[in-house]
Nanobody, 128 residues
Framework: QVQLVESGGGLVQAGGSLRLSCAAS????????MGWFRQAPGKERESVAA????????YTADSVKGRFTISRDNAKNTVYLQMDNLKPEDTAVYYC?????????????????????WGQGTQVTVSS
């Protein structure tokens, strides 16, 4: 089993920054298999940024490109999401997740069903 714990959410004014962290524990896994989603009230869960396997680069949603950056610390089994120039429309619960086994390196996996393990989520609220 894998346990994922997100932290770093909070309330911030538009234009501000936050850095989310997701610490993984349990079975051995690679931070190259992890990604971030978000879900706003009344909306579907959407992919924000993700690793695409070792050597496969990263995916970043168009809506956050140039503002959000995914990074990792494999020694700490932790993935980060640096969020800059936040906008009110970024308000959501943010989740980290781990890809299901058998993924293809370099492929954009952006559907929630592509992921097997999920954290409990952390709330990000951006005020205007």
């Amino acid at each position: 089993q894998v346990q994922l714990v997100e932290s770093g959410g909070g309330l911030v004014q538009a234009g501000g920054s936050l850095r989310l962290s997701c610490a993984a524990s349990g079975r051995t896994l690679s931070t190259y298999e992890m990604g971030w989603f978000r879900q706003a009230p009344g909306k579907e869960r959407e992919s924000v940024a993700a690793y695409r396997g070792r050597g496969g680069g990263t995916y970043t949603a168009d809506s956050v490109k140039g503002r959000f950056t995914i990074s990792r610390d494999n020694a700490k089994n932790t993935v980060y999401l640096q969020m800059d120039n936040l906008k009110p429309e970024d308000t959501a619960v943010y989740y980290c997740a781990v890809l299901r086994s058998g993924y293809l390196t370099g492929t954009n996996y952006i559907k929630p069903e592509d992921y097997e393990y999920w954290g409990q989520g952390t709330q990000v609220t951006v005020s205007s």
